[in-house]
Each structure stands twice: as C-alpha cells, then as structure tokens.
C-alpha cells in the first residue's frame, strides 16, 4: 500500500468508534448490600420465564417467538411482579434482548441441520449480573452510581479515569465481590496495519453466558 492510500484509510479509520470496557469495584454500604443480590435474582426469574414461553411457542405451535413479541408485553409482566418493576424497564428489556441472541443462535442450527437444544433456564449459581443503559437505570452522579432499584448512591473505587461518558453498564458479582463494567465508545486512532496492543479489561458476567 502506497503512503498516499495508507494515509486516506487512516483519515477513513478516524470516523470509526471502538468499544471499551473498563472495571471497577463498587463499595456498597450495608443497605445496599443486602438489596444488591435481589436484583439479578429478579432478572433471572425473567429469563427463565421469556425462555419458557418461547420453548412453549415451539412445541406447540411450531412458532418462534421474537424480541418485540415478548418486550410488548414486559410491561404487563411488570404490573404483574412488583418485585420486577422496582427496576428499570430498559434493563428487562437488555434481559429480553439477550435471550433473543440465544435462539437466534438456536435456530441457525437448526437450519443448518443440527438437533441442538433448546437454550438452558438458568440457574441461581450461574446468573449473577444485570445489564444496564447508563442513563436509563444507572446513572453516574457526582463520582458515585445511582442504581433503580437500590438504596442512594453507591460508592465506587475509581483506580483509572473514564476515557469518555460511558454508555452502557454491567453490574455483576463473581467471588462475593461486586464489579462494574463501563462501556465507552472512543475514537478509532490506530494507524492501518499496527495492530491495536492496547490492553481492554474483559467482561466476565453471568449474562454473556445467556448467549454462549
């Protein structure tokens, strides 16, 4: 590739975004402790719900229910689960959306002539995790989180500074521990054919695992 080409891609790349992910450790307090592990319970409960009525759909009909089926009749679900409605409507619907990933997944295989299964229900041990818009049920305020459906404001260990405003958020637990995964969309400032050796703090949360 000549330099003239070479420096036209690079000029291109600068219009790209990249995703990245940064983890922090929230510090709650005694409340907020004890109210935390409710939450993905509650989500879970959804899943396992959305799961069943789409396996239903199947056996049944022959039909395959989609994300705006079931997301059109969250809020009904909600007025019917108070415990549920305590959180953000969008973080039912990132459950929803999830789930859909996972039998479209399904039924790729089934098109290619495999006999998979259907996606598994999810167990207490294996869904530890809640997947947030930041904005819309997590909101970050004067250096602290603000959860739906958690007690005041979250104290958070801050190790590294936000590279931008984040724009989407994964609360989870791993070892009695809980973290917080910031996503940020940054600009793509990487010179064609380097490479990017930056490192990305990876996200390990029981949701992704809704989708493997």
Same mark, same amino acid.
């Given at each position: 590739?000549?330099?003239?080409?070479?420096?036209?891609?690079?000029?291109?790349?600068?219009?790209?975004?990249?995703?990245?992910?940064?983890?922090?450790?929230?510090?709650?307090?005694?409340?907020?402790?004890?109210?935390?592990?409710?939450?993905?319970?509650?989500?879970?409960?959804?899943?396992?719900?959305?799961?069943?009525?789409?396996?239903?759909?199947?056996?049944?009909?022959?039909?395959?229910?989609?994300?705006?089926?079931?997301?059109?009749?969250?809020?009904?679900?909600?007025?019917?689960?108070?415990?549920?409605?305590?959180?953000?409507?969008?973080?039912?619907?990132?459950?929803?959306?999830?789930?859909?990933?996972?039998?479209?997944?399904?039924?790729?295989?089934?098109?290619?002539?495999?006999?998979?299964?259907?996606?598994?229900?999810?167990?207490?041990?294996? %869904?530890?995790?809640? /997947?947030? +818009? !930041?904005?819309?049920?997590?909101?970050? $305020?004067?250096?602290?989180?603000?959860? =739906? *459906?958690?007690?005041?404001?979250?104290?958070?260990?801050?190790?590294?500074?936000?590279?931008?405003?984040?724009?989407?958020?994964?609360?989870?637990?791993?070892?009695?521990?809980?973290?917080?995964?910031?996503? %940020?969309?940054?600009? /793509?400032? +990487? !010179?064609?054919?380097?490479?990017?050796? $930056?490192?990305?703090?990876?996200?390990? =949360? *029981?949701?992704?695992?809704?989708?493997?």
């Amino acid at each position: 590739m000549t330099a003239g080409l070479r420096q036209m891609e690079h000029m291109a790349n600068m219009g790209r975004h990249l995703i990245r992910s940064h983890k922090y450790r929230p510090c709650p307090n005694g409340a907020q402790d004890a109210a935390l592990p409710d939450m993905p319970g509650h989500f879970r409960d959804l899943c396992n719900a959305g799961l069943q009525q789409r396996i239903e759909a199947w056996n049944r009909k022959g039909t395959s229910l989609g994300y705006v089926d079931q997301a059109n009749e969250l809020k009904a679900v909600r007025d019917a689960v108070p415990e549920l409605a305590g959180y953000s409507f969008s973080a039912g619907q990132q459950v929803l959306r999830r789930l859909d990933k996972a039998f479209a997944a399904f039924f790729r295989r089934v098109k290619a002539g495999e006999t998979p299964g259907f996606p598994r229900f999810r167990a207490k041990s294996r %869904f530890h995790s809640a /997947d947030f +818009r !930041v904005g819309d049920g997590l909101v970050c $305020r004067d250096g602290r989180l603000r959860l =739906v *459906g958690i007690p005041g404001l979250v104290k958070v260990r801050w190790h590294r500074g936000l590279p931008a405003r984040p724009v989407h958020a994964i609360v989870s637990r791993s070892n009695g521990k809980w973290y917080v995964t910031l996503q %940020f969309k940054v600009r /793509d400032l +990487r !010179v064609p054919g380097e490479g990017d050796t $930056r490192p990305d703090v990876g996200i390990d =949360v *029981g949701l992704n695992s809704i989708v493997a």
